[in-house]
């Protein structure tokens, strides 16, 4: 699952065709907890702690229909994220201590038929552990795109599968996404995505205002640097699950906030090679078991 930290943060909510502008704020804390090497040891009295500030904003800027009364949307996709990892007792350089990451990406929706829509995205992103504007060079620059297609199985049910294109190995490749939504008569929810990371949800509305989910995700950052004076990636890449309380303030607000367990906090480097990405003996470097908390705003306008 490395290649999720390559994907641009697209957040497009296709659960309809319907559209609007949204701006999301999100703050996660991940408790303090050893850092174990490949071998699942512990490296001395290593731990660490972290806090990863998001934001994102999406705005359609144009929606037209064709002479077939089928909606074509065009928008942007602005998003990012800053983690702060608090490492103690390291010896050696294995963790870095920040990571910013931020994209900027245009994306186009378009009906194909009432069954059928069509969405693309291209874009561009920074992705760095510098704090400083003047340090960042064309190094820590991704671009990325893709296509994906969602057909509308019954009210109910939306399923889709597609393409997205990075740049992260310094040439174009290809990895797959998907997405599923299900949702019964607004009472029972069920979804699966993986266009950024992997989010995984199943809740239950008990009424207007309030909505309880049981939930999984994968998410991370990526920064890219040189280390011994080679092009390497440095990959914060986690998996959570936890009960996630969701207050409806009104038809614009929401507060999600989720309560839970980090599961594996991987930290590690690899080499900007496609040998290395696949190299699954270079994801084992990781933070223990730690607990995690999650709070979250979003506004529709």
């Known amino acids: 699952m490395k290649t999720s930290s390559f994907l641009i943060l697209v957040l497009l909510l296709i659960m309809s065709i319907k559209t609007i502008a949204q701006v999301s704020i999100k703050t996660e804390y991940f408790g303090s907890s050893s850092y174990k090497d490949n071998d699942g040891n512990k490296v001395g009295n290593s ?52 990571i910013t990451n931020v994209q900027l990406s245009i994306f186009n929706i378009r009906q194909l038929n009432k069954k059928w829509s069509l969405i693309t995205f291209a874009g561009a992103g920074i992705y760095t552990n510098e704090t400083k504007i003047s340090k960042i060079n064309s190094n820590s620059i991704l671009g990325s795109g893709g296509a994906l297609f969602v057909k509308k199985i019954n009210s109910k049910l939306d399923l889709g599968g597609g393409l997205a294109l990075t740049n992260a190995l310094g040439y174009p490749m290809l990895f797959p996404t998907i997405y599923v939504n299900y949702n019964s008569d607004e009472k029972y929810t069920f979804r699966v995505s993986m266009l950024s990371g992997f989010q995984g949800s199943a809740g239950y509305n008990f ?43 009104n038809n614009n607000i929401s507060l999600p906030i989720t309560i839970g367990v980090n599961a594996i906090r991987s930290v590690y480097f690899n080499d900007r090679t496609l040998k290395s990405i696949f190299n699954e003996n270079a994801t084992n470097s990781k933070f223990d078991f730690s607990p995690y908390v999650s709070a979250e705003i979003n506004y529709k306008f």
């Open 47 to 98: 731990k660490g702690s972290a806090m990863v500030y998001q934001g994102n904003i999406k705005i359609p800027i144009s929606m037209k229909f064709s002479k077939d009364s089928l909606t074509i949307i065009w928008g942007v996709n602005a998003s990012g994220a800053y983690a702060a990892l608090n490492n103690k007792n390291f010896s050696q350089y294995l963790v870095v201590s920040n």
């Open 207 to 249: 009424n207007k205002t309030f909505l309880l989910n049981l939930i999984a995700e994968m998410n991370g950052q990526l920064a890219l640097l040189k280390k011994d004076g080679k092009d390497v990636m440095f990959t914060h890449q986690y998996i959570v699950t936890g009960l996630r309380p969701e207050i409806k303030i």
